[in-house]
DNA sequence: CTTATCCAATCAAGTTTTCCGATAAGTATC
DNA sequence: GATACTTATCGGAAAACTTGATTGGATAAG
């Protein structure tokens, strides 16, 4: 009643249900025959109850106790697995967690992409994902609580960071077809410009701190994440840069306009991998800075 | 390399991690200090990895390693109690799994409120949970593959059967406003009822082929499902019976109108907990029966 | 500074568990 | 009925586990 069953015990379980027999389970986990017997039997003392119906029938069947059990018999061999999977990946000096700091510029194709190949890549690997607009996730790299970060340019050549560039992102002044810009000669000079509110990402974070990017409007409109800032130009508050990729779909149909801006072309805003110089990247960190590298050369590729 | 890791061993682990040193963990274990010694090197040697941090230090600390690992070892115990309990259950004559057939016109929130307390009182009995409208359920028990049902009076009174009421169910023939049942006068009698097509719900297991209940018009909509015929009906195509919890709110605001047919009065439909009378109720099956029992009185309760 | 206390590691010895190989008893198939 | 295959069981050997005592080290109190 206190002995715990044992996962040895439970993996002779699975191997008999799997093989459909004592003897076939026996040479499959190359043991003896008698093992197999003794297993099972103490599997269901300790347990209390019948795991095959045996009536000198050739085959042992389960019983159905027994196959409401295998479930949970799986589950625990299959956690098992996990665990000495991931003792190994530790072993050989691979991290146990990534934290990766994306900025909100990183398209979400991009980003989904690269987790799940880093997902089958690194099953053993966890991920803790952190998302903020333009110094936020820089400053999460800063503090340590992230061990990598994407993030644009601006934010990339701070002295405590490694960085290394790993795509580009093209940023386009755009508004609602409605918004006088739209419907203004181009290119648009800046004197124009300025009486136009400009809605902006504004970031609380410390690295940034009354630095703007791009802000010419006397007017803004301070927003603190991408989709608010596309919702109020869509809605024709404002205008200000968006990525290109976000809104693709809405320059073909019309229902967004890109901008001729004299000081603002469109751009491309380069994105970096960052790491504090400090804490060098573990093996499944550098692996995925280089596939977003790889992601972001592939998506721009598809967009021409 | 071969060896397993053994639960004996995670459990060291955690108590370890728990209590904060070896000594308390072996106190907590009733086991000799050694043995947590001996353990805690064993695993760390089986793994290839330190576990834990004791420079000399007075307390060992967890290195990162081991807090990666700590939760993999909580799952396996987490699974190893639920293992246990299930084949506690087991041998005590529980079942390892309800399998519960219910009638499309159960009142959802009587079904939620079943499943949650089952799930409470009974963690370690599975559901699996068939629904389906009029003969539907019925059929699947008596097919064997669920034992325990939820139906309709009429389904109830099969041979093979043995059912037990457990509740009433409000019926109302509804229409749309724009209906002209909606505006006809009442009663209105069956030779005129006929003339307007009827929503209904048609089933086709063999226990109510052919057979019709309340179908009065000569044109009807035959549906297999509640929430098209409500639909159907909402959308003004037809007139047909919907249970009045489903249209409670409805029938306030006057988006459906209750009608008055000489026919077909707004009745009680009974609905019965049936199983087959050669498969007799486990403890949580007939658990479960009572708790229907009680969660339709409750919720006609609260109708009123 | 000394002493007492608590801790983790290690060792030797006894006990228990597990393993193997052989054997027995039983069942399908030919 | 013979054969090839099962599962159960037993005895002896090997391995693993447990215990209790001891050691060396670190902290806290006197």
Request: charged share 20%.
């Amino acid at each position: 009643m206190e002995a715990h069953p044992t996962l040895d015990q439970l993996e002779i379980f699975l191997a008999v249900v799997e093989e459909g027999g004592f003897s076939a389970a026996a040479r499959k986990l190359n043991r003896a025959q008698s093992v197999i017997s003794y297993g099972v039997s103490n599997l269901e003392a300790q347990l209390g109850l019948q795991l095959f119906e045996r009536t000198g029938t050739r085959q042992p069947r389960l019983t159905e106790s027994g196959a409401s059990l295998l479930q949970d018999a799986r589950r625990m061999i299959a956690g098992l697995q996990m665990l000495r999977a991931r003792a190994h990946g530790l072993a050989q000096g691979l991290e146990g967690e990534v934290r990766l700091a994306v900025d909100v510029l990183v398209p979400m194709p991009v980003l989904t992409v690269v987790l799940e190949s880093f997902r089958t890549a690194y099953p053993t690997v966890g991920v803790r994902l952190y998302t903020g607009a333009l110094g936020a996730a820089a400053d999460v790299v800063m503090r340590g609580e992230a061990n990598i970060g994407i993030v644009g340019e601006a934010m990339s050549s701070l002295p405590e960071l490694v960085s290394h560039l790993v795509g580009g992102n093209q940023i386009s002044p755009v508004a609602a077809p409605s918004h006088p810009l739209a419907r203004a000669d181009a290119p648009v000079p800046k004197a124009v410009l300025r009486e136009y509110p400009q809605v902006v990402i504004s970031d609380l974070s410390r690295w940034t701190d009354g630095r703007d990017f791009h802000v010419y409007a006397l007017n803004t409109w301070r927003v603190s994440d991408l989709a608010t800032k596309h919702a109020l130009i869509s809605a024709g508050l404002g205008w200000g840069g968006l990525p290109v990729w976000l809104i693709h779909d809405e320059l073909e149909s019309g229902r967004l306009v890109a901008l001729s801006l004299e000081p603002y072309p469109p751009s491309n805003y380069s994105m970096f991998a960052i790491r504090r110089d400090d804490k060098p990247f573990g093996p499944a960190a550098s692996w995925m800075a280089e596939r977003f590298e790889a992601a972001f050369a592939d998506f721009s590729r598809i967009r021409k």
